[in-house]
């Protein structure tokens, strides 16, 4: 007997098997992360190969394999990837979320629903274009890092627990240190840009879309940083990412 399952998933990456097939790997809603089997999606006449690129987020009906599940059906619930694509500052920011997002979910099968929910709220923040791609990825990223149980310290000593603000950061110690618990290495960022990082922690867009240049440019350095502490080495996309600041149009343009 065929067993069979639906869900809801955003692709994160796909690869070539054999001469007509691909593996996509998706991020569900119940499932977590799932690697299917796409037959024949690399011929022109495959009925949803094109629904099957990273970024989309897809209704999926699967049948259980004997290794890996294989994909019989595929309906776009959003069409993220159209808009993302065609713009290198918001493909290099996805290709980053959805890096993230497969490394911090390494047990297949797992549920990973809060995860699922900041990845689809990031990619439809990036397709809609409304809010500065970099901040967009760092407040990913930030919660991200919670959801994994690595929520740095921002307004309190990650050693005691002091409420700060505090003006020392250390990427090892997990945050900000007080005057008595200030390690060595520790790093000095401006108050505004810890302002920055608790806006985008906590969803406060006011606040982040207030910032200056220069802030966010710091705190995507401690953000990067904090993460690559955590997973104990840089992600590919990350350094591809542009970080330059989006020019605001008025007047109707």
């Known amino acids: 007997m065929v067993s069979l399952y639906r869900d809801t998933g955003v692709v994160l990456r796909v690869h070539k098997l054999g001469e007509a097939d691909r593996i996509i790997t998706l991020l569900t809603r119940r499932h977590g ?11 022109t006449t495959s009925r949803f190969g094109a629904r099957l690129e ?29 808009p993302i694509v065609g713009d290198y500052q918001r493909y290099t920011a996805a290709s980053a979320i959805a890096e993230t997002a497969d490394r911090l979910t390494a047990e297949e099968g797992e ?3 809060r995860l699922y929910l900041l990845v ?9 274009g409304q809010r500065d791609s970099s901040l967009v990825l760092d407040a990913f990223l930030l919660r991200a890092m919670a959801f994994a149980g690595w929520a740095p310290a921002i307004t309190e000593c990650a ?35 810890l302002v ?10 006011d606040v982040a879309e207030a910032s200056v240049p220069g802030s966010r440019r710091d705190a995507s350095g401690l953000v990067a940083a904090l993460l690559q502490w955590h997973l104990e080495r840089q ?17 109707g343009q």
């Open 33 to 43: 992360k799932v690697r299917a089997v796409a037959k024949g999606v690399r011929r």
């Open 54 to 82: 990273p970024f989309g987020h897809v209704d999926v009906q699967f049948y259980t394999g004997r290794t890996l599940d294989v994909i019989t059906q595929v309906q776009t619930v959003d069409a993220f990837a159209l």
């Open 111 to 113: 549920p990973a629903m």
């Open 120 to 128: 689809t709220g990031a990619l439809r923040a990036l397709a809609d």
């Open 159 to 193: 050693r005691c627990g002091l409420p700060g603000p505090h003006t020392a950061f250390s990427v090892q110690a997990g945050g900000s240190l007080c005057g008595n618990c200030r390690a060595p290495g520790s790093v000095h960022p401006a108050p505004e840009v």
């Open 196 to 205: 920055l990082l608790a806006a985008l922690l906590h969803g406060d867009w």
């Open 235 to 251: 992600l590919r996309s990350l350094p591809l990412v542009e970080r330059r600041a989006r020019e605001v149009t008025t007047g």
